[in-house]
C-alpha cells in the first residue's frame, strides 16, 4: 500500500539553487579542455556519475571544472526498480563523487539494469503497477538518505511495455515524487519517443505530471530504425534534437516554466560549437517564456 | 504469478543471450517483443565491448581492431557486469583469452598487465574496509611484543604479478605506439616480478627482486608480521622496511 504525500520531505531534500534555470550541456572528454580552460560559454554542465566514480585523475579535472562552471550529476546505474535491491557500494562510490563535487543537482532515472547479480550498462522499463510504484519507492526513499539529499527521477525511453502496467507513466511518475519527495527531470527526449513507440499522446502526458514535481529538463537526439515494414524511435542521444522535440519542448516551457535545461550527446560527438549552437536555442526558448506558468491539470 | 524478480531475471538473460522474452511484454505496432529487445541487446553488446577496449588498451592493440572486437564479444556474451560502475568489467578477461586456443599465452598475460593499471587507475583507498585501520606511523610505537600480531592492508589499487619478460616487453611497446614488438621466439628466461599500483608520481609498474615479492604477496594476503618472520627469518626486517617504502600498504589491523 502507498503511503501519504510527506510534504516535509520536499524541504528536507530542497532542491539546490546552484544551478542556473538556464540551458547546461553535458560534459563529454573531446571538449574537457575548452571547460578546464572556461572558454565553453554555457551556464552549466552535467556529468554521468559511472565516468567519474573511484578516484581517477578525471575526477580530479571535474574538480577543477566545478571551479569554473556549476555542476549537475546524473546517474545511470542505481537501478533503482530492480526486483534485488540496491548496490549498496555503487551508492557509497555515488555518496563520495557527490561529497567531492558538491553539485547542484542529481538525478537517475525510473528504470532497472540488474538483478541477480548481473547487470547490463541500459536502462530498462518497469512494470507500472501498485507493488512496483511501492519498491521503487522504497528505493528512492534509501537512495535519497543514503545521499542525503534529493534526486531527480527521469522518465525513460522505452520500445517496449508490460501488460501487468495498471499505471500511466505521469501517474506513477507524480505518485513517486509525491510520496518520495524526489523531483522530477524530463528527458522531452524519451517523452517524444516513448509516445511515438506506443502511441500515447505527448501533449497529455505533460499536462498529466505535477508541475511541482519537475526540476530539470532534458534534451536530446534520436533515430528511426526500421524493422522490415514497421519502425520504432530509439533514444540514441547521437545527433541534433529533432523539430518535433524542439516542438514539444516549447509546449514543456510553458507548462514548466524556465527550469534548468540540458543538451545531452553521448554519441558522435560533434564539436563543442555545434552543441552550444543547440545550447543557445533552448535558451531563446526558455528567454521567450514570459515567466509565467501555464496552469495545468495538477 | 511471475514475480518482479523472475520477470527481470527473464529479461536480463533474453537481452544478454538473445534468448525468447519472456510472456507479458508488449511492443509497439505489433512488433515481435523479441525486436524491441534487440534494440537493448544491441545497445548492451556496444557498451560493454567499449568498456573492454578502454580497459585493455595494449591487449587491443596487439590484437588489432577485429580481432580485440571479436574477442570481447565473445566475453560480453558469456560475463555480464555485476555493477553499474563498468571501469571494474573484465577482471576474467585476461582468463578467457587464456582459454582461447587462437590466442597466444602471452597475450593473457598483457591483458593481465592492462588490468592492473586500469584498477591503479581507478581505485581509490576508500574502496578499502578500513575498518579498525590504523596508519602505518603508528608501528613505530607498538611494543615489540605485539608486533607478530600486525596485519598489513594492501591499497586496493596496488596488484602483484608474476610475468614473462615477452609479455611485459609487449606491453610497454604496444602502450608506446611504434615502438618495435620483440619477435615472439626472443623470450628472456627470467620472468618479472611487478609491482602494479600508485606512487607519489601516478600510477607505476615497478621490478621488486624476486624475495621482496613474494614477502609482499604473503603480506598484502593478510599474513601476520609474526607469521611473515617465521617463514623468511632474520632478512625479514629488511624485506618488510623495503616494502613499507612502496606506497603498498594503507595502513595495519592490530589482533
New interface residues.
Partial sequence: MMRAVQPDRAVRYGVSAAIPHRAGVGLRFPHLTSFLRGEAEVAWVEIHAENFMGDSQAVAALEAVRDRYPVSIHAVALSLGSADGLDRMHLQRLRRLIDRIEPGLVSDHLSWSGVGGASVPDLLPLPLTESVLALVCRHVDQAQQCLGRQLLLENPSSYFSYQSSTLTEPEFLGRLAGATGCGLLLDINNVYVSCSNHGWDATAYLQALPTRYVAQLHLAGHERRHFGTHSLLVDDHGGPVADPVWALYREAVACFGRLPVLLERDNAIPPLAELLHEVAQADAILDACSGEVYANAC | MQ???D???S??AA??KGGEPPA????????P?A???S??RG??LA??GS?LRISFPATSRLLGEAGFAELAGRFVVAE????????LYGSRFPGFLQTQAAVPGWIAEVAELDFCVNRA???????ADRTGLRPLEDLASLADVVLPQVRLLAHPASSLRICSALAEHQWRSALQQGASLMPVGDVAEEPAYLLIGRTAYGVEVQHLPALTWHAARLLCGGTHLGAAHDYFGEQFSDLLGSLLGLHLFLGFTLE
Fill in positions: 514475480t518482479l524478480a520477470t527481470q531475471a529479461l536480463l537481452i544478454h507479458g511484454l508488449l511492443a509497439p505496432a505489433g512488433l517483443p525486436i524491441a529487445l534494440i537493448h545497445t548492451c557498451t560493454l568498456a555480464l557486469p555485476v555493477c553499474g560502475w563498468l571501469e587507475l581507478h581505485l581509490g583507498s576508500e574502496e
